[in-house]
């Protein structure tokens, strides 16, 4: 039946990035280019390459995702393809994986893969996480998963998966489930399934919606608050302390008030693993039940960048404040 066809979607990054005459690095290659810099994917799969865009990931942007996700869709159906590799930078990989994870809806295995050293170094891992992330979206065990993370021979669900180290060649991990699966001599092995992360249409573009995101700090008195009630925002994520807990001067705070009465506000936990609190402190204002009480949404499992991303793309949808809470629950395991 020949070898599965596996497209090979670039968009620059740390594993598209060479070294000028000064040592720094640019995203410069193109899909072509790290097709020819690992030939042995031909003997694992008949690979298409497209560049879709050549960005540093700093610089991406929720409309460049959205438009990857309508590309990778005209992708794999004119070329019919088994499986799809996404390459990327790795500071915004774990949104890109998750926003492409939302709007998936389609069985054939996406795969989002980076690199940690660019290919001037030594030990550059960009290579080896093509190969894997190849493996990996040709395999039938990934159908099915949605939006898979592949790198360091380490398969990971996007919804979970985070950059946990600034340049490790292990940096990508999965703090609240741990990773799905490894790669055994260069054969995926996905012994853990998880459930289909809940659908999203996708936006029209360009996304109006913008989300503030306000991580809380010992001290923090709110100060912030107004410039976010002021700016315009279509909702705020938080990401509390611990449990998703905020100081009492934040909780109290007349511009959070207004947020709350005007835009969806969700919590989530700044500890970046398991889910906020729902009903184990009160007593004092920011205390989770309090929150809650005064409307605040759960992010559930998700992280604060992650909630932030769906937060965007429900506001960009005009969903209504019950639309929003019932997107969110969807992430947790709690009613």
Known sequence: MGLPRIGIAACGGTIAATADGGGTATPRLGAADLLDAAPWLRDIADPQARTVMTKASPDITVDDTVRLHDELVAFV????????????GTDTLEEVAFTLDLLWDSDVPLVVTGAIRNASKPGADGPANLTAAVATAASAAARGLGALVVLN??????RYARKGNSGNVAAFVSPTVGPLGYLAEGVPVIPLRVSRTPRVDPPALPVSAAVALL?????DDGALLPAVASGGFAGLVVAGFGGAHVPAAFAEHPAFAQLLDSVPVVLASRANAGE???ATYSGFSGSETELARRGVISAGCLDAPKARVLLTLLAAAGEPPERVRAGFRRFSALP
């Open 77 to 88: 159906r004119d070329e019919r393809l088994d499986g799809v590799v996404v390459t990327s």
């Open 153 to 158: 021979d380490q398969v990971h669900a996007a």
């Open 215 to 219: 991580t809380t700090f010992m001290g």
């Open 276 to 278: 906020p609190l729902r």
